[in-house]
């Protein structure tokens, strides 16, 4: 029964990693392919250490395939983070289809910071600038 | 080795190769490096199925170290992107 669940867990698993391969191959845009490969990509390996915790079912097993997807879970979303802002403060293209793009011009040039638009720092003036 | 255990090594085989294509082919720099971290993740799950077809389980710490390596080399490619000079950066 163990081993039915651990491939059936495999299987979804290799699916999901190869959905991640295919999006960051067909995805027009930088960050449309951040979007597919890190969430998928995540689901997928974490299928994959849950199925083998199942195959060798010890306790030291699962410590470890629960830390490795503690540790990925914590930090795919930070190194994508990371990397899109790079990305975009460096200026790389957006889709030609782009329809809205509300940091433009947000960020400064120098210091790569970021700030509020106009209307907000009138409204809040007083209280301080928000930056982030 | 059961049909089921090819089947995944199959696909993931097969991201690993659409994964390779991208880095070849990605116009940009964070492009390339997206596909790298990809492919560092996609070779996580890769050594955990192998560790499972060979009933070794110290093959698991392997997929941990990959993951712990992967994040470290995007954060640094990250900051690498960022503080480069850009030829439209000089004034």
Known sequence: MAQIMSMTLFLIGAAFMLVAAIGVVRMPDLLMRLHCSTKSATLGVSCV????????????????????????????????????????????????????????????????????PPEVLEAGSGKGTVSG | MSLPTIITFGLISLAMLFTLVQVVRGPTLPDRVVALDLMATLAMGFTALYAVETEQTILLDVAIVLALIAFLSTVAFAYFIEKRELPWHKS
Do not use: C, K, N
């Open chain 1, 49 to 116: 250490m849950l199925g083998a915790a199942l195959h060798f079912s010890e306790v030291a097993i699962w410590a470890r395939a629960l830390a490795a997807i503690a540790f990925l879970f914590a930090t795919a979303p930070v190194a994508a983070h990371v990397l899109g802002r790079a990305a975009y403060v460096s200026g790389a293209p957006l889709w030609l289809g782009t329809l809205s793009d509300e940091l433009r011009g947000r960020y400064s040039q120098e210091s790569h910071r970021l700030t509020s």
